[in-house]
């Protein structure tokens, strides 16, 4: 399928260093509310990659919580990500608003969350997702999707614990872009990086 002339233009908006926060999670804010705020669809979904032995790969996965510390999800530790994280604590988000033309590229380094604040979450989830994160050893292969499907049924729902190989990962950013879409392919793209404790701005070339 020849793709060449399948393309849109970007004319909704532009993003100048005048107008942008001194400190990136403050800035990240701002367009986070907004992009709510617009409905834009599941706002907080975003791309995580990972790599280990030069082998990257990505998933889509859902921000829970961000603070001047960081940006928070939650996942299976023994899963292929847990793995590639325990390996290589060097990782990248990538969140894409497509309704504002927008991108937020995070890159930096993960820590788990504490067991309390795992627990936290994890108690806050329905109790169907509460037993699906129990049933599913996540990546691991499975005969079919009946072995789920069983496991989710016999579940004795009295015994609802958070297993310890679930639990929630901290991901203290480095550096971070924002990305908004122009006319022309001259996209705005501002990128702050941390020096000395201190967040820098700088404009990259589109």
Not at 150 to 156: C, K
Not at 188 to 202: P, S
Request: hydrophobic residues 35%; glycine residues 4%.
């Amino acid at each position: 399928m020849d793709l060449s002339h399948h393309r849109v233009q970007y004319l909704k908006s532009s993003f100048k260093e005048d107008s942008a926060a001194a400190n990136p999670i403050e800035q990240f804010d701002i367009w986070f509310h907004n992009a709510i705020e617009q409905n834009v669809t599941e706002s907080n979904a975003m791309i995580l990659s990972t790599s280990m032995d030069n082998k990257p790969s990505s998933r889509v996965v859902l921000l829970k919580e961000y603070t001047e510390k960081g940006f928070c999800f939650f996942s299976n530790y023994s899963s292929r990500k847990g793995k590639e994280l325990e390996s290589n604590p060097n990782a990248s988000l990538l969140f894409f608003w497509k309704e504002l033309e927008q991108q937020v590229r995070i890159e930096g380094r993960i820590e788990k969350l504490s067991a309390e604040s795992s627990d936290n979450y994890f108690y806050t989830r329905p109790k169907e997702s509460q037993i699906g994160a129990i049933i599913s050893p996540q990546s691991s292969l499975i005969p079919n999707r009946q072995y789920l499907e069983e496991n989710f049924s016999n579940f004795d729902h009295s015994q609802i614990v958070r297993p310890k190989e679930w639990g929630g990962y901290l991901l203290i950013p480095t550096a971070i872009e924002f990305w908004q879409g122009g006319a022309h392919r001259i996209h705005d793209r501002l990128l702050y990086t941390l020096e000395n404790e201190h967040w820098k701005i700088n404009r990259l070339a589109p």
